[in-house]
């Protein structure tokens, strides 16, 4: 009993709490990162009045958003209303249990990661389509119809890039997949798997509802779709969510194409040993991209998107998967043979 | 021939990577914002903000409560009334600007016969309480004896020019 007690205190609690303040931490910063890097591009300054640099605008916000009330709409399913954003949010950190932030500093180390991963991103939907029909409002209802039909396609994809990994890692542990990418930047799945990793990228930001393929928000069109009736501390959980699959996503393609925790140029020097500064440093750069392409693209027409998830992303991967199934089993090219 | 090419360049995203290297190049390109209350773009001297009634330098003030301004006003946001002063001469008794009416058109600055009514270059103020909207006679001649100099220097520089 005791043992079972310290093993859960100090062996998974701790863990835990380090990930998720960890996440919490990351997603305020990551909103004053957003928010500079799409001014910059605007040629504008981005927040520069609360603390030095405007770095403290992160707590400013927070703390707005949770002493506002949270208003519940006439008519609306308040069990659901309220159990929506919990989903979203819950998913979105469960899914960190299975992420190698270096060499065996994993939650849970377990030999169907990639699984769970692609089973708790997707699990995520189910917030946005809660939180619409919860809500008893036609522009919410409407985003989450969206949303819903356009996760569920980009899920595929993306599914389908996964699977290339898979069969070129020969494993589902996400540990064993970046231990599989050892050797320096030749040796990163990027190169053998590219068109993979970038649809893989392109629909982890369809996935995670962001611009340019934003329309289950589209403020110009329906205010702010799922979310529209949300307000308060429940509003912050849904953006919580939303950052913290943004910040997965953009982990996962570090650990699946870019080789993890391991540098690009294996040597001898402390900079070039594999550690958490190389995962975290590749991670950033995903970031760094979903806020350049939302400050870059317009959104999709919602056919355009239905039309490049089915049409395109999924042939192309379908046809990919075979090529590098080909070069794995014949031992072809550089990467096998 | 041009099919296929146009494949290729949708397949290679070439449109979205212009799209991105465009954003990327604005990144590091100086920022267009001016950091407000430190730092302040110019003014012109025919700035048209706050307003004020100016006296001559020997303290006599100069409207003559001929109502130009308050006939010419296209908001009616000025209300004068008149009387004679005990030495005969006609000056008004009440003169007040409804800020909340006034649209900073300029008219009855250029309506004035005798340069009394002007707009200052003032543009940061406010009100804290109602009715505090309506400047009355002596809070203008105050701002006037207050930025006289500012004024005239203002009017000196755009003399040329009228």
């Keep these: 009993m005791i043992e079972t007690l310290k093993f859960l205190i100090f062996d998974n609690l701790i863990y835990i709490l380090a990930i998720v303040i960890g996440v919490i931490l990351t997603v305020a910063y990551l909103t004053y990162f957003e928010r ?41 399913n308040k069990f659901l209303f309220l159990i929506a954003p919990i989903i979203t949010l819950a998913t979105a950190f469960a899914a960190w249990a299975v992420v190698p932030f270096q060499d065996g500093w994993v939650l849970a180390d377990i030999n169907a990661g990639l699984v769970y991963v692609l089973a708790m991103t997707s699990l995520g939907v189910y917030g946005v389509i809660i939180a619409g029909w919860a809500s008893n409002s036609k522009y919410a209802l409407l985003g989450a119809l969206r949303s819903a039909a356009q996760i569920v396609s980009y899920e595929i994809a993306m599914g389908f890039a996964l699977v290339g990994v898979l069969v070129a890692a020969g494993t589902l542990n996400l540990s064993d997949i ?38 289950a928000e589209g403020e110009s069109e329906i205010v702010a779709g799922f979310h529209v009736e949300y307000s308060g501390a429940a509003f912050a959980l849904f953006f919580l969510g939303e950052y913290a699959n943004m910040i997965i ?18 040597g001898d020097s402390w900079i070039a040993q594999p550690s958490i500064f190389w995962f975290l440093a590749k991670t950033s750069i995903f970031l760094y991209a979903f806020f350049w392409f939302r400050a870059s693209l317009p959104r999709y027409r919602y056919d355009q998107i239905m039309r490049l998830g089915w049409k395109v992303f999924i042939p192309i991967t379908i046809v990919w998967i075979m090529v590098v199934a080909v070069m794995k089993v014949y031992h072809i090219g550089p990467w096998w043979n | ?37 430190e730092e302040k773009t110019p003014k012109s001297p025919r700035f048209r903000g706050l307003h004020a009634l100016r006296r001559y330098p020997n303290g006599e003030e100069r409207c003559i409560a001929c109502k130009l301004c308050e006939a010419v006003c296209p908001a009616a946001a000025i209300t004068i009334d008149s009387d004679v002063r005990e030495d005969g001469s006609r000056r008004t008794t009440k003169y007040e600007i409804d800020l ?52 005239a220097g203002a009017r000196q520089q755009d003399a040329k020019y009228r």
């Design chain 1, 36 to 76: 500079k890097v799409i001014a910059f591009m605007h040629a504008r300054m981005g927040p520069n009045r609360v603390g030095p640099w405007g770095l403290l605008q992160p707590f400013a916000d927070v703390l707005k958003l949770l002493t506002k009330e949270i208003i519940f709409p006439k008519n609306a």
């Design chain 1, 178 to 215: 970046v231990r599989a990418q050892e050797g320096g930047i030749v040796n990163w799945y990027v190169w053998p798997l590219f068109p993979l990793f970038i649809i893989y990228y392109i629909s982890g930001v369809a996935e995670t509802n962001r611009a340019p393929f934003d329309v």
């Design chain 1, 249 to 266: 996503i953009s982990a996962l393609t570090a650990i699946m194409f870019l080789g993890g925790w391991f540098s690009p140029f294996p």
């Design chain 2, 1 to 37: 021939m041009t099919k296929i090419i146009r494949y290729l360049k949708s397949l290679t995203l070439n449109e979205i990577r212009k799209g991105l290297f465009l954003t990327q190049k604005y990144f590091f390109k100086r920022k267009f914002t001016v950091r407000y209350p």
């Design chain 2, 100 to 151: 909340f009416k006034c649209i900073y058109c300029g008219f009855c600055e250029e309506s004035c016969p005798v340069d009394s009514i002007v707009e200052t270059d003032i543009h940061e103020y406010h009100f804290e309480s109602k009715g505090k909207n309506v400047m009355t006679k002596e809070q203008l001649l105050a701002i006037g004896d207050m930025y006289e100099e500012q004024i």
